[in-house]
Structure formats: structure tokens, C-alpha cells
């Protein structure tokens, strides 16, 4: 059963644009939401978190939208740069799980020059 | 501290033979998890660990599987018997208590032939 589901698999977006991933889970009792950055031949990189009691975060050119009736929340990031260029992985856990995470199946972004 | 460090990172190995990997965690963290990443798909959650204690194991981790944390330090993961699907990246990662996020270390990539 996948209780996280991220689109798009795939993004394309020129510099300067506006990259946006989104994702659904199923679990009311996830209580943590994780974005994570990963480049080729690394491990996954903690960019941002945001816990359900607010709708949004913000940290830089990185912003988590929370949408709690609707089970969705995305990741923007502004003024995107080809140092973006990487996967991105959203994830969701639950107080009394030790912490495992549930993640969601990826978006590869591209940010063109 | 230059983080969470995995050996080796790369390791190919004939069907049927055993793989030991080692983490190495952030040295005040108290929590370390294994996770499995095959191509183009988030991380699975395997196991974890608080301290010296596996606290939960997924049903993913079959029974070729044995993860250890001797004093609460160091970590192995060994796979008994390999098999062409155990082919993966072993990610380790590590936080400090259940509300923090997660290092991950590098991994280590497994190619069973």
C-alpha cells in the first residue's frame, strides 16, 4: 500500500522558474512532512520539514504548502537554478513510528539554463 | 564530525555468497535507521535502532537479513545468501530522537551477479 504519492515523476523548467511537486498520503496520523534533495550517487538530503499545525513554511527559495483537509502538501522552490537539478523526494512520518519515514516516489527536476 | 559514513560504497557480489555493510552514524545521534533504494524509487524502510535496541524491523527485512548496533555505536547489516533482488542501495541514516530529521550517509550500492 503506498501511503505517499508524489507527481510529477519528471519536471522540466527553465532558470529562474518556479519548480512545484506535490504529494498525498492517506494516513491521518502522519504528523511530520519531509522534503528531501538527492543528487546522483549520494543519500537523500534533509532540504525543509513542516508539522500539520501550519499551512506553510519557508526557508529561503524552499517553501512547503500544507493543505491538512485535502492530505496534500507541495514543495516550491523559486528562482530555481541548474543546481537544482536533482531528485526530490517527499516523505511523511508518524509520532510513535521511532521516526520511519514513508517516502513518496520521486520527482527528477531538471532546471534548464 | 563529517557526518554519516558507509563502507563500502560499492560492493559486487555472486548469487548465494554474504555482504556485510557498516555505518558509521553522527556520534551524539541515538537513533539509526537502514533503508533500501532500488533505481527510480524512494527509500524503503528496513530497520531501526535506538541506542543498542532494533526497535522495529519491516517485512522487507526477510530472514537473510540481521542488523546489529553493538553499544548503541556502529551499525552492520548483512545479507545472507544474496539474491539477484537484493541488487540496491543500502542507505544508512541517523537523528537524534524521533522529532529530528535524518543524515543520511552515502550508501552503498549492491550489485548481485
Known amino acids: 500500500q503506498q501511503q505517499v504519492k508524489q507527481s510529477p515523476q519528471s519536471l522540466i523548467v527553465q532558470k529562474g522558474g518556479i519548480s512545484i511537486i506535490n504529494c498525498a498520503y492517506e494516513?491521518?496520523?502522519?504528523?511530520?512532512f519531509p522534503w528531501y534533495q538527492q543528487f546522483p550517487g549520494k543519500g537523500p538530503a534533509l532540504l525543509i520539514a513542516i508539522r500539520p499545525d501550519v499551512s506553510e513554511k519557508k526557508e529561503g527559495r524552499f517553501t512547503i504548502s500544507f493543505n491538512k483537509s485535502a492530505k496534500q502538501f507541495s514543495l516550491h522552490i523559486m528562482d530555481s537554478q541548474p543546481g537544482d537539478s536533482a531528485t526530490y523526494f517527499c516523505?511523511?512520518?508518524?509520532?510513535?513510528?521511532?521516526?520511519?519515514?514513508?517516502f513518496g516516489e520521486g520527482t527528477q527536476l531538471t532546471v534548464n539554463p | 564530525d563529517t557526518g554519516v559514513s558507509q563502507d563500502p560504497r560499492h560492493k559486487i557480489t555472486k548469487r548465494g555468497q554474504n555482504v556485510t555493510f557498516r555505518c558509521d552514524p553522527i556520534s551524539e545521534h541515538n537513533r539509526l535507521y537502514w533503508y533500501r533504494q532500488t533505481l527510480g524509487q524512494g527509500p524503503e524502510f528496513l530497520t531501526y535502532?535506538?541506542?543498542?535496541?532494533?526497535?522495529?524491523k519491516s517485512r522487507l527485512l526477510s530472514d537473510r537479513f540481521s542488523a546489529e548496533r553493538p553499544k548503541g555505536s556502529f551499525s552492520t547489516l548483512e545479507i545472507q545468501r544474496t539474491e539477484q533482488g537484493d541488487s540496491a542501495m543500502y542507505l544508512c541514516?541517523?537523528?537524534?530522537?524521533?522529532?529530528?530529521?535524518?543524515?543520511f550517509g552515502s550508501g552503498t550500492r549492491l550489485t548481485v551477479v
Open positions: 535502532f535506538q541506542n543498542e535496541a532494533q526497535l522495529e
Open positions: 494516513n491521518t496520523a502522519f504528523d511530520y
Open positions: 516523505a511523511a512520518s508518524m509520532k510513535g513510528s521511532g521516526s520511519r519515514l514513508t
Open positions: 541514516a541517523s537523528s537524534l530522537g524521533w522529532a529530528a530529521g535524518y543524515t
